[in-house]
């Protein structure tokens, strides 16, 4: 059995690692949106509850930024990133 160049399987990999860096990297962006927009309607979710009395602009603030974080995950899921198709397509 023949020895394995070490030196050609660590390149291969760099080349490999660099093209998923690049994929992912650009998701990064929304999917780092989506979780600041579910941290923040948690946060609003969590004053909206403890609050003993509860009036129409809280209500508003609160289902404004539940649709931020719907409106975030869309998005992620529309995300072509140039390849013609997206994810909710590829989901059915």
């Not at 780092?32 to 941290?39: H, K, Q, V």
């Not at 602009?57 to 649709?67: A, F, H, I, Q, Y």
């Amino acid at each position: 059995m023949e020895e394995v160049d070490l030196e050609i399987v660590a390149q291969i990999c760099t080349v490999v690692f660099a093209i998923l860096t690049l994929y992912f990297g650009t998701q990064y962006s929304q999917a780092r949106s989506l979780l600041r927009e579910l941290g923040e309607a948690i946060s609003e979710t969590e004053v909206y509850l403890s609050s003993p009395v509860i009036d129409q602009e809280m209500l508003r603030d609160c289902l404004k930024e539940w649709r931020d974080v719907i409106d975030s995950a869309r998005a992620l899921m529309r995300w072509e990133g140039g390849r013609g198709g997206n994810i909710l397509k590829m989901l059915r």
